[in-house]
């Protein structure tokens, strides 16, 4: 027997390392992109004079995408195959990348955010089928950490390409789209053992909703924390006298804390109780919320923001071990596709909150807001364990 922490070596044979580093490679290269285009379109918002409200709305728009493909991510694997899948949604998401540019306008972007949501959920519920199917045991925590840490380093470069090429014209699009293209390589790499679930039995994501309603419910409160900081953290710092390509470094310092951390909070969820470590990372992250307009104006705001990051991000790490610790087979994929679903409604209504706070409280409404969520998801969490514990 295996004491907490250390690798079973019967777990480690069993790992498919080709579709292990193949799912990694092809999310970091979304990763990536994606990155570029939340700063990317959220300045580009606010240099025509959009208000955040507005900027709130068009960024929700990739959220109800996100909630409109955890419907159909299921099927489409079950009918088609996920490797067969996610290489069209990476081509399709590289061609809509170039119609940014060639429709530049506030409610031409709207439709274009919509489907770039369904497109990229369904790469990420699939490659995350991928990892958690081939991350076993008490590895687990720490190969998702890995996955988590692949994926944040390479959203935080997307996030600086934009201070290096600027908003304006097709210049960062276009670097955007043809990283997108090179994802069809890794995931042809994809072995065939992995992406061969299409004769078992397809699970709905609705069906798989009531198996996991807490850890679902942490999943929409981290989304509203990311969909808030990635709508509008660079916002939140052109309002405190930042320039555009230092308010989109923000984003680069949020997800810089993901790759530090992440592989730590995955060794630790590893070692002791993932629920406890999750809670740990609400913790963290609402300490970093309080204190954030206390140190927006100051060089604070740069490890406040780093820390913030790590925690946030660490919820959702520490969420999708515990569902590969709980589920398998076509669960897993109805799971990861009802995370994509939980963390669309989250983002969805973290970014259309936060642009109504700052319009209305003024630019620290946007951070005191999602303090607001974490403080009530952690009061809701005590009195159910305390609910649980008077039963037992």
Known sequence: MNTPGTINHADQDRIDWRT???????VCVFAFSLGEMFPLLALNMESWGVSEAMIGLNTAMAPVGILLAGLIIPLLSHA??????AIFMASATGLLFLLYPTFPSLWAWFPLRLLQG???ATLFALSEAWVLGNAKGAIRGRVVGIYATSISATFGVGAAVVGWTGIAGYLPFVIGAGILFLAVLPISMVSADADGDEDRQHVSMLSF???APLLLFAIVVHAMFDGGMLGFLSVYGVRHGMDDSTAALTITALSLGNVFFQIPIGWIADRTSKRKTMVGCFLVASTCLAMMPFAIATILIWPLVLV???AG????TVGLAELGDRFSGPDLIAGTSAFSTMWGLGALIGAAICGVAMDVFGPHGFPLTLLAVFIAYLVILALITWRRQRRA
Do not use: D, E, H, T
Not at 313 to 316: M, V
């Open 209 to 211: 909703l009531p198996k």
């Open 20 to 26: 292990l580093i193949a799912a990694c490679a092809a």
């Open 313 to 316: 991000f660490g919820i959702y």
């Open 80 to 85: 088609f195959g996920g490797k067969r899948v």
């Open 118 to 120: 369904i497109f990229v």
């Open 308 to 310: 913030a990051g790590a």
